[in-house]
């Protein structure tokens, strides 16, 4: 069961409407790598996960991701302002002036729609939490990329403030991973006489070249541990 509370995760704010920032935030609204796609995708990996305090952390960050949609979502809605005027987006998707009627829609910077095709589910824990960091990564990089882009301080600090909470997601996900990266699909990777070796198929070769691999279970440090 959801609970829906009548205030936002994060006040957000715009300086003014700028349809053109509104086009740019679209991609973490209906994106590849936006909120929707990370919200669908941990929730789904959660439902066959047997272990109560990581099925609660998927659901956990599910939700939350499903706030920061909202967060977007309520500051794409500010910055497209009151007037449809198409003329005012010079780039990308138009479909909020044309179709939507400045609805903050489920696509993306280029108009396209948000399919399921971008949720990765393995039904191995091991695998999904990897795609789950690698997902947390992805998104930090976006946002990294709009905040170069868009010169709004009140959006600044939304986007400041959702990629704090990537990162958080992400050392989540990492000791997650610590717990469990002794089973499934992890189990008997890096083993075999196989997994360590490296085919050197470029000439010439650099002189800083790689040699074995060193294979063995990879592993993360708890984020919460420090070098002394």
């Not at 989540?172 to 499934?184: C, I, P």
């Not at 083993?191 to 800083?208: G, I, K």
Request: glycine share 6%.
């Amino acid at each position: 069961m959801f609970k829906h509370e009548k205030m936002l995760f994060h006040p957000v704010r715009v300086e003014k409407p700028n349809p053109q920032y509104a086009v740019l935030l679209q991609e973490q609204l209906g994106g590849a790598n936006g909120e929707l796609k990370s919200a669908m995708q941990y929730m789904s990996q959660s439902f066959r996960i047997k272990d109560a305090a990581i099925k609660d952390l998927f659901m956990d960050i599910a939700a939350e991701e499903l706030s920061h949609m909202e967060m977007v979502a309520t500051t794409i809605n500010m910055l497209n302002g009151h007037d449809v005027d198409s003329q005012q987006v010079a780039a990308g998707e138009i479909q909020s002036h044309v179709l939507l009627g400045l609805n903050p829609g489920l696509i993306n910077a280029s108009g396209y729609s948000w399919v399921a095709d971008y949720v990765t589910v393995t039904g191995d824990l091991c695998a999904d939490l990897l795609s789950n960091i690698a997902s947390e990564q992805r998104a930090k990089v976006v946002y990294e990329y709009l905040h170069r882009q868009i010169e709004d301080k009140h959006v600044r600090e939304t986007i400041d403030f959702l990629l704090n909470r990537e990162e958080a997601h992400n050392a989540l996900f990492r000791e997650a991973f610590n717990r469990v990266q002794d089973s499934g699909s992890n189990r008997d990777f890096g083993v075999t006489e196989d997994s360590r070796l490296y085919f050197n198929l470029s000439t010439p070769s650099p002189a800083n070249g790689f040699g074995d691999t060193k294979a063995a279970p990879p592993s993360f440090n708890n984020p919460n541990t420090r070098p002394s």
